[in-house]
């Protein structure tokens, strides 16, 4: 398990991390993946627009089950090279007891592109 950090950071510092609310509107498969993963197009509404992310989600979730989802993501890191794919944000989740991934979203309907605060 990973350990809490000691590090402690300013109300600026977590500003700085753009966490947005989006739905994901497509799957697909990524079989070129090292890890098993999908290709996410998740849409955070007007402002942003759609984005595509990789994520290692093979384990909880079946495509279909993740359409229309609403989940966390950051969007405000650079573009990653993932093989021939290119992840435009972070799809956000913990860790199972497993270490598998389990998303983090609303726990209710919210408009997309909604901000975390």
């Known amino acids: 398990m990973d350990q809490p950090s000691n590090s402690q950071i ?6 700085r991390v753009d966490v947005r609310v989006g739905t994901i509107v497509a799957v697909d498969p990524f ?4 890890k098993p993963a999908y290709k996410l197009t998740i849409d955070f509404g007007p ?14 979730y079946q495509p ?3 359409v229309n989802q609403q989940v966390a993501a950051v969007v405000n890191f650079p573009p990653r090279q993932i093989g021939k794919f290119m992840s435009e944000v972070l799809t956000l989740g913990f860790p199972d007891g497993d270490g598998e991934v389990v998303l983090v979203g ?5 408009p997309d592109g909604g901000r975390l605060y």
């Open 64 to 66: 279909e089950d993740l």
């Open 106 to 110: 609303p726990e209710r309907q919210v």
């Open 10 to 15: 300013t109300f600026d510092d977590f500003l």
């Open 31 to 34: 079989p070129e993946a090292r």
């Open 47 to 60: 402002g942003i627009g759609r984005k595509r992310s990789s994520a290692q989600l093979t384990k909880h």
